[in-house]
């Protein structure tokens, strides 16, 4: 019984680990200095009694910056409200640079690599879970008010991941590969782009939640679940508090009640336009790639619960 019973949980516990789900530990939310003095670089470390970060947006960070053999990125994720300005704008960075405005080999600072075979860049990111598992988005709860009351009715996962990365371009200059084009690294399909960097990352969070399924869980879902899979990358209006408030698109197929994700992104080519810095005031927004993430816990609690009420619900 006892082995049974971590076979069905173990999956779970661990996606929801990858997600830095606040009811194991709640967020740090630490204001730590950076090597410039400053607190917008500055990153989390967990301890006993909080996350410091999300260890899937490390993960993701290394899918953005991939494609190059030899290639090593350290990532560190830190946990912020996205929307923080005081006392700092919390943001992704590539470190090792001799000032906090540089962008390493964009041609105006110079990269941190000669070579990315030989290459190992350290990485910070910045990510905040956004839960709908509150009682004013459950029925029940909200009829009866009842707000510590339980239903099961909604996922407990995150609904998304907001995930400040640095872009592919920002990556392969700092490591050494010269006129790296944003076009072909960064941009979306619809938008002329060769590739969906946040809906490959949403893919990766679907296929390592269904390789850590059980057997029998997996089998069930293929059989009677609604398949979840991942579109085009959408675009939203150039400003950050537009990517921060256009949620994470999951469409339902009526006719086959199939689902397909998208991501909301947001990015920046690898050259800052004006003077920036904390010292200035104003956010360094150069080299950026924001997505709005697919939490592999979702997908697990999909595939165990959520994507099962209308095939298999008693």
Request: with cysteine; glycine share 8%; proline share 7%.
């Amino acid at each position: 019984l006892v082995d049974s019973t971590f076979e069905v949980v173990s999956p779970i516990i661990e996606a929801f680990k990858m997600e830095a789900y606040h009811q194991f530990l709640p967020p740090c939310f630490c204001e730590t200095e950076d090597e410039y003095g400053y607190r917008q670089y500055g990153t989390c470390v967990s301890n006993a009694t909080c996350t410091g970060g999300t260890p899937w947006t490390e993960v993701a960070q290394k899918i953005i910056g991939g494609g190059l053999p030899g290639l090593k990125m350290e990532v560190v994720d830190s946990s912020h409200i996205v929307t923080e300005e005081n006392p700092s704008c919390h943001l992704p960075h590539i470190h090792g640079n001799p000032h906090p405005d540089a962008n390493p080999g964009n041609g105006k600072a110079p990269p941190i690599c000669r070579n990315p075979k030989e290459c190992e860049l350290k990485v910070t990111t910045v990510t905040q879970q956004v839960y709908k598992n509150f009682g004013e988005f459950d029925l029940w709860r909200f009829r009866f008010n009842l707000s510590s009351f339980d239903t099961g009715y909604l996922p407990q996962s995150a609904f998304e991941l907001r995930a400040k990365l640095k872009s592919r371009q920002a990556i392969w200059e700092a490591a050494g590969v010269p006129n790296v084009n944003y076009t072909e690294s960064d941009l979306p399909t619809g938008q002329g782009g060769v590739g969906d960097r946040c809906g490959e990352i949403n893919q990766a969070a679907i296929d390592w939640a269904m390789a850590i399924l059980p057997n029998r869980t997996k089998q069930r879902y293929l059989k009677f679940g609604q398949s979840i899979s991942t579109g085009p990358d959408e675009k939203t209006c150039v400003a950050g508090p537009c990517w921060i408030f256009d949620p994470l698109k999951w469409h339902e197929d009526e006719r086959t009640g199939n689902v397909t994700v998208r991501s909301v992104w947001f990015g920046s080519r690898n050259r800052n336009i004006f003077p920036c810095g904390e010292d200035k005031l104003v956010p360094c927004i150069a080299g950026f790639h924001y997505c709005k993430l697919l939490s592999p816990a979702r997908v697990v609690e999909w595939a165990y619960v959520d994507g099962l009420r209308k095939r298999y619900s008693a």
